[in-house]
């Protein structure tokens, strides 16, 4: 048996490094093709932009789907869909060569439509993967493996753009995306319970599934809150680092990437631990995030020499916390939620957290032009303090703390 569960999570951990790198290095090449031929900004942003549109735009299909059928078999239709769009691409990219920006954008939609369903399935299928005692082990191992690309992927693109024409890139995903689907049609999956009832469609409004599980819509109401204040880091260091301190965008990229190295190291260790209360370290994780935020503020306010070791150590931090709230996180709803609306819940968290991340990158953007960007993040980190002990403490004071 326990052999077995190894297996399942080498196959689970190899099917998200294939895909997510796959997909990294596609996005990748095509945001540096579209900024070669267009030379616009907004080109190279396309899938940034769309992303987020298409995925808030699908939710309520994609939950409704997940939790209306067979897991596995969604997933498996999700990729044979992209492999057949890529191929199709492949093919007629030569055709729509002078209006490459509109093809991508066709392109990016379906890519991101069937992505979402194959994410959403395959996450929510974590208890018929593995059994409930290897449900963090999963989530850590997927997140681990995620993070791994996202440091790989980007050096392998520009590498790989530089040799070889744009349409092989397009070969490479294809290449990703097969190997993708025969792992998942290897990996075991136990049949997740169906509601017939539930295959006629008739609310599409997904968010009312989360008043059923009030802990879980108090955490994403938590975590909506502390995205928006944590987003001051992703905005504020390049532009003070680039515009106001003046010093080139390879630092800025540099600093950026220390984020990665946290977030590998931060998998590691969440992967090795065993934890006994999940609900408690999720509480923990939120107030770890708060206070980091509160000391960013405090030391570039009195340390102004030290900007850029700053910002350095900080990224590095906030990589570490993420990579460990965010496996726990996955965990608990995964014990929580009842399998028949796993997708409902799991899509619900996707999409109101990515409704948020615009808006807060607008008002950013916005401030740290405006403002002194040692004021911002002083000021930031304590809002951020104060609306995690409002929300912990006094919102959420009546909550279960266990598990």
């Not at 957290?353 to 004021?375: G, R």
Request: glycine share 6%.
């Amino acid at each position: 048996m326990e052999s077995d569960t190894t297996k399942q999570l080498i196959k689970a951990g190899i099917t998200t490094v294939v895909n997510d790198l796959g997909a990294s290095i596609f996005n990748y090449a095509l945001s540096l093709k579209l900024l070669q031929v267009t030379g616009s900004a907004m080109g190279y942003g396309t899938s940034l932009i769309i992303g987020p549109l298409v995925g808030v735009l699908v939710a309520p299909w994609v939950g409704n789907t997940v939790d209306s059928y067979q897991r596995k078999h969604i997933a498996l239709i999700a990729e044979s869909a992209l492999i057949l769009t890529l191929i199709v691409y492949f093919f007629v990219f030569e055709l729509f060569h002078t209006n490459i920006l509109i093809s991508a954008i066709v392109v990016v939609c379906l890519n991101n439509i069937t992505a979402r369903f194959f994410t959403i399935s395959y996450l929510s299928s974590t208890p018929q993967i593995v059994t409930g005692d290897h449900i963090q082990k999963l989530n850590s191992i997927e997140s681990t493996a995620a993070t791994v690309s996202s440091i790989l992927a980007p050096a392998i693109a520009g590498f790989l753009f530089g040799i070889m024409d744009f349409k092989w890139m397009i070969v490479l995903q294809i290449v990703t995306e097969i190997m993708t689907l025969f792992l998942t049609m290897a990996t075991h999956f136990d049949s997740n319970p169906v509601d017939k009832t539930k295959k006629k469609i008739q609310n599409l409004n997904i968010f009312k599934s989360l008043n059923k599980y009030p802990t879980v819509l108090f955490f994403l109401i938590v975590t909506m809150c502390l995205n928006i204040t944590s987003t001051a880091l992703v905005i504020g260091m390049p532009y003070v680092v680039i515009h106001t301190l003046k010093y080139s965008t390879t630092i800025s990229g540099n600093i950026e990437g220390i984020y990665s190295i946290g977030a590998l190291i931060g998998g590691i260790i969440i992967t090795i631990v065993n934890l006994k209360n999940t609900f408690g370290f999720i509480r923990n994780m939120y107030w770890a995030t708060s206070t980091q935020l509160l000391i960013l503020g405090l030391m570039l306010f009195t340390l102004p020499r030290y900007v850029l070791f700053i910002f350095a150590f900080f990224e590095f931090i906030i990589g570490v916390l993420d990579a460990m709230s965010q496996p726990p996180m996955f965990t608990y709803i995964q014990r929580t939620v009842p399998e028949g609306d796993l997708g409902k819940v799991n899509t619900s968290m996707y999409t109101a957290a990515q409704i948020l991340t615009p808006i807060a990158v607008f008002i950013f953007s916005i401030v740290f032009s405006k403002i002194n960007y040692q004021m911002i993040f002083l000021i930031n980190g304590i809002i951020s303090l104060f609306l995690t002990f409002f929300l912990l403490e006094v919102v959420g004071r009546g909550e279960n703390r266990n598990e």
